[in-house]
């Protein structure tokens, strides 16, 4: 056996000085914080565990930066603190940096470490796979591990442009859970756990899922609002907290906290950087996995550059401008989805509707916008700018709070839309976003039947029932 693949595997075994090493924060000695995904991990892992219930293969897929490896090693955690089974930790990164196939790292493992086959286990192990999809054969080889380690808990981080699109025989088998970007109230759970002296108030766990019944399923504006006033008696002691500086701490949450890897970064132009460098690691390394046949990287970040300064996609524009054809940028678009680097929406219409119109393509997380505009603008961005980012911030919401389909945008030549129409209910809700706004006019002139309005601004501080329509501030919109 190759020596450096002798001492991989040496080191596979998960101990307790490598837990803790990979769950503390070097310098302050503080426990990075978990996420409310990790809820779900728990569970999974605790119920194949104890008593063999499925799912036993789970996939972290998400943006670099979303923190999938921090929750893999905070899974191994809590098996090898209520569990005691053994773990193996595997970075297939290393692993492709050594020349070594994963396949055959498994079969050396059963051989040197196991010293007998998966098939042949008696008691349950985990198995834990960081960035898997660097290996060429990945989904192959997993497949494999799925049907002879039937009692091994098998846990994988790695890119979503290709854990989402895997195989149809691998998807059966895998339950992936998408990591998006943080939710403000994740990020209020990580500043208490990173600065306990300040006895910082999070928000109660009632909350999100109450304001998403309220504000997307109420039969009218009438209902919704009352059902937000149930409510308010605990958003307001989170969002009165003067010691936190709630408008200054949302504000840099949509520029840059909404990533949790950068918590520990204070200086803008670093962070700014490290987004940019997240971009080309996606194009070079992420979607030509995804499409070999495309080499020209250089048009990719044109477009995704383009893209920042305005969301509406015209294929015919863009081709011109890019320097491919039209087929290409639907193509490069579906590809820059798939990588989870955009949202994009479909236009409010029927099937004819949605093939003929142009789509609209939003940022995965406004801090990707913000990085690519400052390239353009420096870090001060024009007011019309700002506002794109809020955009990128409520799609982001919509995505992880409601299902894709029932969320499109209203399009019209030389029309005033609101901004996203919500298919809920007999009819739909017509949803616009402001800027200090409080009209809302673009909803009652809007041509669409619509249950009600929903106007999300910071111009209104608590919900008001205007025109059916509600008025909502966009802090009350950061905790769902």
């Given at each position: 056996m190759d020596e450096n693949l002798k001492y991989y595997l040496e080191?596979?075994?998960?101990?307790?000085?490598?837990?803790?090493?990979?769950?503390?924060?070097?310098?302050?000695?503080?426990?990075?914080?978990?996420?409310?995904?990790y809820i779900h991990?728990?569970?999974?892992?605790?119920?194949?565990?104890?008593?063999?219930?499925?799912?036993?293969?789970?996939?972290?897929?998400?943006?670099?930066g979303v923190g999938k490896t921090t929750l893999l090693w905070q899974t191994a955690h809590h098996i090898y603190t209520n569990h005691h089974q053994e773990i193996y930790f595997f970075n297939v990164n290393t692993l492709k940096n050594l020349g070594i196939d994963l396949h055959i790292a498994l079969e050396e493992f059963q051989r040197h470490i196991l010293k007998k086959r998966f098939h042949e286990l008696s008691e349950p192990i985990a198995l834990l796979f960081d960035e898997v999809h660097d290996d060429d054969n990945w989904g192959k080889t997993l497949k494999i591990l799925y049907d002879e380690a039937r009692i091994a808990f098998i846990l994988c981080t790695g890119s979503s442009a290709l854990l989402l699109n895997s195989?149809?025989?691998l998807s059966r088998r895998m339950h992936t859970l998408k990591i998006l970007p943080f939710s403000f109230s994740e990020l209020l759970h990580a500043k208490r756990a990173l600065s306990p002296e300040n006895e910082i108030l999070v928000p109660d766990v009632s909350i999100s899922p109450e304001l998403k019944e309220a504000l997307f399923f109420s039969e009218s504006a009438q209902v919704a609002l009352e059902r937000l006033k149930k409510i308010s008696p605990?958003?307001?002691?989170?969002?009165?907290?003067?010691h936190l500086e709630i408008a200054l701490l949302q504000k840099q949450y949509i520029d840059f906290l909404n990533f949790p890897n950068l918590?520990?970064?204070?200086?803008?132009?670093?962070?700014?950087?490290?987004?940019?460098?997240?971009?080309?690691?996606?194009?070079?390394?992420?979607?030509?996995?995804?499409?070999?046949?495309?080499?020209?990287?250089?048009?990719?970040?044109?477009?995704?550059?383009?893209?920042?300064?305005?969301?509406?996609?015209?294929?015919?524009?863009?081709?011109?401008?890019?320097?491919?054809?039209?087929?290409?940028?639907?193509?490069?678009?579906?590809?820059?989805?798939?990588?989870e680097l955009l949202n994009v929406l479909l236009p409010f219409g029927g099937l004819d509707t949605k093939i003929i119109k142009n789509k609209k393509a939003f940022f995965m997380s406004p801090s990707l916008r913000r990085a690519l505009l400052s390239t353009l603008y420096g870090q001060n961005l024009p007011e019309q700018l700002k506002s794109k980012l809020i955009e990128d911030m409520i799609v982001m919401y919509l995505r992880r709070v409601l299902t894709d389909g029932i969320i499109s945008f209203l399009s019209g030549n030389n029309v005033a839309n609101p901004d996203f129409v919500i298919e809920t209910r007999d009819k739909p809700i017509l949803l616009e976003i402001g800027t200090n706004k409080t009209s809302t006019s673009q909803i009652k002139q809007s041509n669409v039947g619509y249950r009600y309005g929903l106007l999300v601004s910071n111009g209104v501080t608590e919900p008001v029932l205007k025109d059916d329509c509600i008025q909502i501030p966009l802090s009350w919109f950061l905790l769902l």
């Open positions: 080191n596979t075994a998960v101990t307790k000085p490598a837990i803790e090493s990979r769950l503390t924060h070097p310098i302050t000695k503080l426990r990075y914080p978990t996420r409310l995904v991990l728990k569970k999974y892992a605790q119920d194949f565990l104890k008593s063999g219930a499925e799912p036993r293969f789970v996939s972290l897929a998400g943006l670099r195989t149809a025989d605990l958003i307001h002691p989170v969002l009165n907290q003067t918590l520990y970064y204070d200086d803008e132009i670093i962070i700014t950087n490290s987004i940019l460098d997240l971009f080309k690691r996606i194009i070079n390394e992420d979607i030509p996995k995804l499409n070999p046949s495309f080499t020209e990287f250089i048009k990719i970040e044109r477009l995704i550059l383009r893209l920042a300064g305005s969301d509406e996609i015209n294929p015919s524009t863009l081709a011109g401008i890019i320097g491919v054809k039209q087929n290409d940028i639907h193509e490069l678009i579906d590809i820059l989805a798939k990588a």
